[in-house]
């Protein structure tokens, strides 16, 4: 039989600890986000419909971005056991340069729209973290701006070939003027995806006001007050503005852009030169041989053409078709450090992350920014020992294998036959 007795004070207190009050709301809201998901849900709540979905959406159905998210989510890791690693290091060497961490900043337009610290949060926080940062060329913030921002750190150049060849050009040598080391000149852009959220939100350059939006923008006044008292969105590559995103993107973008086109920028543009929007294997070793320093498969985050290839997919083939040598980086899709490692592990050298540095930046400014990059890599980090494995280095494709949900008509009616 139990034996009973009364609570002892004393032990009471030992057993319960109370936990000390946190009055910084922003501080508080973020603790609690223990992943890039969380933070989504906070930026959902803090940020107006319109400006939020333009950051959360993609191009038409959105099968594109779902696609690319199922892939990371569709891999299964294979652990060594008995290989203690009680510390990892994260760090790589990525076109001639350190970064802390096998990820970076990926280019994102129209960012002080999302939350008014824009481009220079997302900078400020690179610079802490030692990692790269990418500004748009539809940025918000000027190049002199991030380089102020990020005055020892990476700063990367993300650049679209617009209808007036010269406003590239010039922006290019700004961009390297301003000691920025790589060019990530973006190829899948030659006309606007369509991106139906924000057709159904309305959402225009500059913003315009509804009945929806006002109702929309009432229980979250703080944003509005951020935007109206901080100076006007300023765009480097835009001469005007007035209208939707797409239409200013069918304006600005030409949809001749060549390899010719690279050969000028080549001429300009003193750095490192990767290109963005690579989604075959074929471009891939073309563009090897053109002499680039390197490739990310991207589709744009989904954001234009829908239905296209996954990039985490083409991953193994590429690098296999270009060799070791050649620089290969990856974006779309990336939601957990553990994305970041299965890329790593079948080949990528790098990684940028977009949504998830605009989910943070969402919640909670520059603040955000930082607990989006201590999440990843703490996640990194945990991955890396669950698989015994103390440096980037030793990650290979043994580690991973991706599952497939996809599988081509024609391989699958191989295999019946074979059957």
């Given at each position: 039989?139990v034996?009973?007795q009364?609570?002892?004070?004393v032990?009471?207190?030992?057993?319960?600890?109370?936990?000390?009050?946190?009055f910084d709301?922003?501080?508080?809201?973020?603790?609690?986000a223990?992943?890039?998901?969380?933070?989504r849900?906070?930026?959902?709540?803090?940020?107006?419909k319109a400006?939020?979905?333009?950051?959360?959406g993609?191009?038409?159905?959105?099968?594109?971005?779902?696609?690319?998210?199922?892939?990371?989510q569709?891999?299964?890791?294979?652990p060594?056991?008995?290989?203690?690693?009680?510390?990892v290091?994260?760090?790589?060497?990525?076109?001639?340069?350190?970064?802390a961490?096998?990820?970076?900043i990926?280019?994102t337009?129209?960012?002080?729209?999302?939350q008014?610290?824009?481009e220079?949060?997302?900078a400020?926080?690179?610079?802490?973290a030692?990692i790269?940062f990418t500004?748009?060329?539809?940025?918000?913030?000027?190049?002199?701006?991030?380089?102020?921002?990020n005055?020892?750190?990476?700063?990367?150049?993300q650049?679209y070939?617009?209808?007036?060849?010269?406003?590239?050009?010039e922006?290019?040598?700004r961009?390297?003027?301003?000691?920025?080391?790589?060019?990530?000149?973006?190829?899948?852009?030659?006309?606007?995806?369509?991106?139906?959220?924000?057709?159904r939100?309305g959402f225009?350059?500059?913003?315009?006001?509804?009945?929806?939006?006002?109702?929309?923008?009432?229980?979250?006044?703080w944003?509005?007050?951020?935007?109206?008292?901080?100076?006007?969105?300023?765009?480097?590559?835009?001469?005007?503005?007035?209208?939707?995103?797409?239409?200013?993107l069918?304006?600005?973008?030409d949809?001749?852009i060549?390899y010719?086109?690279?050969?000028?920028?080549?001429?300009?543009?003193?750095?490192k030169?990767?290109?963005?929007g690579?989604?075959n294997?074929?471009?891939s070793?073309?563009?090897r041989?053109?002499?680039?320093?390197?490739?990310?498969?991207s589709?744009?985050?989904?954001?234009?053409?829908?239905?296209?290839?996954?990039?985490f997919?083409?991953?193994?083939?590429?690098?296999?078709?270009?060799?070791?040598?050649?620089?290969v980086?990856i974006?779309?899709?990336?939601?957990?450090g553990a994305?970041?490692?299965?890329?790593?592990?079948?080949?990528?050298?790098f990684?940028?992350?977009?949504?998830?540095?605009?989910?943070?930046?969402?919640a909670g400014g520059?603040?955000g920014?930082?607990?989006?990059?201590?999440i990843?890599?703490?996640?990194?980090?945990?991955?890396?020992?669950?698989l015994?494995?103390?440096s980037?280095?030793?990650?290979?494709?043994?580690?991973?294998t991706?599952?497939?949900?996809?599988v081509p008509?024609?391989r699958?009616?191989?295999?019946?036959?074979v059957?």
């Open positions: 039989m034996q009973r009364l609570p002892n004070p032990e009471l207190l030992e057993l319960m600890k109370f936990k000390k009050p946190e709301g922003k501080k508080r809201r973020l603790d609690s223990l992943t890039i998901d969380d933070l849900t906070i930026a959902k709540r803090r940020t107006p400006a939020f979905d333009y950051t959360d993609a191009a038409e159905g959105e099968l594109s971005l779902t696609r690319a998210r199922q892939a990371f569709d891999v299964e890791f294979h060594g056991i008995l290989r203690p690693a009680p510390s290091d994260t760090s790589v060497d990525i076109l001639g340069g350190p970064s961490l096998p990820f970076g990926a280019p337009g129209f960012t002080r729209l999302m008014t610290e824009g220079v949060a997302g400020g926080a690179a610079a802490a030692g790269p500004l748009s060329t539809l940025g918000t913030t000027s190049i002199e701006g991030v380089k102020a921002a005055p020892h750190g990476r700063n990367w150049f650049l070939v617009m209808r007036d060849r010269e406003i590239s050009y922006l290019t040598r961009a390297a003027a301003a000691g920025f080391d790589t060019l990530q000149f973006t190829v899948d852009t030659p006309v606007a995806g369509a991106r139906l959220r924000d057709k939100n225009s350059i500059p913003p315009q006001l509804t009945l929806g939006t006002i109702i929309n923008a009432i229980p979250r006044p944003w509005w007050y951020d935007f109206l008292t901080t100076p006007k969105l300023e765009f480097a590559s835009l001469s005007t503005t007035g209208g939707t995103v797409g239409e200013l069918d304006a600005a973008m949809p001749t060549s010719d086109d690279l050969a000028v920028i080549r001429d300009i543009w003193p750095g030169i990767v290109i963005k690579v989604q294997v074929e471009d070793v073309r563009l041989d053109a002499g680039v320093d390197g490739i990310v498969l589709n744009h985050g989904g954001r234009q053409l829908d239905r296209a290839p996954i990039p997919h083409l991953l193994p083939e590429v690098r296999k078709a270009v060799g070791d040598d050649f620089t980086m974006d779309t899709g990336i939601m957990n994305d970041i490692v299965a890329a790593v592990a079948l080949g990528a050298d990684t940028l992350i977009g949504r998830a540095y605009l989910y943070g930046l969402m520059r603040a920014v930082d607990r989006t990059i201590s990843l890599r703490t996640e990194i980090e945990r991955t890396m020992r669950l015994g494995v103390a980037l280095a030793e990650l290979e494709p043994a580690h991973v991706q599952l497939t949900r996809l008509v024609t699958a009616a191989s295999d019946a036959v059957r």
